[in-house]
């Protein structure tokens, strides 16, 4: 098996690329091939070989600070890293708020507020990105509260109440996955 081909190559890679999010699209792409290209040439073909050439490039964290720092030292200002546990967080709240809201309205409304907080605070989405997560988040409340207005909530049967169900889950869970794609790229 060629080396860049073995699995721990492509877990470092990937390591590298998630942590590297930050980088314009271009500088990354660059490193990823400096790194395969490095692996490579190499020419490490058991695991022990392939350990030690990932050991020798350091650890995905190092290297992509290390990008980083060149690239703000360069002149290009970016963020700084996000922690991934921040992320998850934002994602987990937002995708969890449709159904919190119709199970609690103080919970949900808690929950729906700090996940939007936290996506707006946070530089590891675009804008368009936000303005996704943002949509599907306040889609349930909304909803309900035109239903509310248009006094729709007295005449909910089993199925009206099923589509709000789906739709409490679906559309929040939609609006997290694009949010979490976006932090993977």
């Not at 990105?129 to 889609?139: C, D, E, F, S, Y």
Request: glycine residues 8%.
């Amino acid at each position: 098996m060629n080396a860049i081909d073995h699995p721990l190559v492509t877990a470092y890679l990937d390591a590298v690329a998630r942590e590297t999010a930050e980088l314009p699209a271009e500088r990354r792409a660059e490193l990823l091939a400096d790194l395969r290209e490095h692996v490579e040439a190499s020419d490490a073909r058991d695991d022990d070989q392939v350990r030690e050439v990932l050991t020798g490039l350091g650890e995905p964290r190092t290297v992509a600070a290390s990008a980083l720092s060149e690239e703000t030292s360069a002149g290009h200002t970016h963020p700084a890293p996000v922690a991934p546990g921040r992320a998850k967080l934002t994602v987990i709240l937002l995708g969890c708020s449709g159904p919190l809201l119709l199970a609690s309205s103080v919970v949900g409304t808690i929950a729906l507020i700090a996940g939007l907080a936290l996506l707006w605070g946070a530089p590891q989405w675009e804008t368009r990105h936000k303005v996704i997560g943002t949509a599907t988040a306040v889609a349930v409340p909304v909803l309900v509260f035109v239903g509310a207005l248009l006094g729709a909530a007295s005449r909910i049967g089993p199925i009206e109440l099923l589509l709000l169900l789906a739709f409490s889950l679906g559309v929040p869970a939609v609006g997290a996955t694009v949010l979490l794609r976006a932090v993977r790229r």
